[in-house]
């Protein structure tokens, strides 16, 4: 496996090839990955250079639009749909890529609207968050690939960025303004003394505990 020792006046010595390294068949690429997923094929996607990579089998495979080139170029986040899809989000919207075909296809939206991806709910559905810039009103929805459904309950505020569905069903909401939790049917306020600054992230431990960062600071 590339490991190999050497006995010598120095005494014994161990090599071992570099946990980490890039793999050959993406070493050309120099450009920033600001996302990347894997999809139920265990294929890896990736944003590079203004286009849609496909790493599999230690092969390379580039999917690239012109038409969606500077798309591509402000991707944030990419995540795989229980279709077999591909979510791709821009910033201020978002667009459906279809493996099978290579086509991209952006969600539909109304006008002067904006729509962010917040997280992925534990069932696989896509937890979307869509704001009317001129009415400062937003709606929070679940994405399945096809279709979607509204939130069981709408959060009292907008402008959320982090989103996690813990194991026991709770939602938790984070962003500017601190964070929310969704617990026996009804949003809660949780101190937003707490955590000065946006939250940008949540994870859970096996054991139930809840976990969010700022771009700063790790709070339990």
């Not at 944003?47 to 991707?75: C, K, M, P, W, Y």
């Not at 810039?133 to 009292?156: E, H, I, L, N, W």
């Amino acid at each position: 496996n590339g490991i190999f020792w050497v006995a010598s006046g120095e005494g014994l010595l161990r090599y071992s090839p570099p946990l980490w390294k890039t793999p050959r068949a993406v070493q050309r690429l120099n450009s920033p990955v600001p996302c990347l997923a894997e999809d139920a094929d265990s294929r890896l996607w990736f944003v590079s250079g203004g286009a849609l990579h496909s790493l599999e089998n230690g092969r390379d495979q580039e999917h690239f639009s012109r038409t969606f080139r500077q798309i591509l170029q402000s991707a944030r986040m990419l995540l795989p749909l229980k279709n077999g899809d591909l979510l791709l989000d821009s910033g201020d919207q978002l667009f459906q890529f279809q493996p099978e075909n290579d086509a991209f296809n952006s969600l539909p939206v109304a006008t002067n609207a904006r729509q962010h991806v917040l997280g992925v709910f534990r069932d696989g559905t896509v937890a979307i968050e869509t704001t009317d810039v001129t009415q400062q009103k937003c709606r929070f929805d679940k994405y399945d690939g096809s279709a979607f459904q509204p939130f069981s309950s709408a959060p009292p505020e907008c402008a959320y960025n982090a989103f996690l569905e813990t194991q026991n069903g709770d939602l938790w909401l984070g962003g500017d303004r601190g964070v929310i939790c969704y617990h026996d049917k009804k949003w809660q306020t949780i101190s937003n003394d707490f955590a000065p600054g946006s939250i940008v992230t949540f994870a859970e431990t096996a054991s139930g505990k809840v976990w969010c960062a700022t771009p700063d600071t790790i709070w339990e």
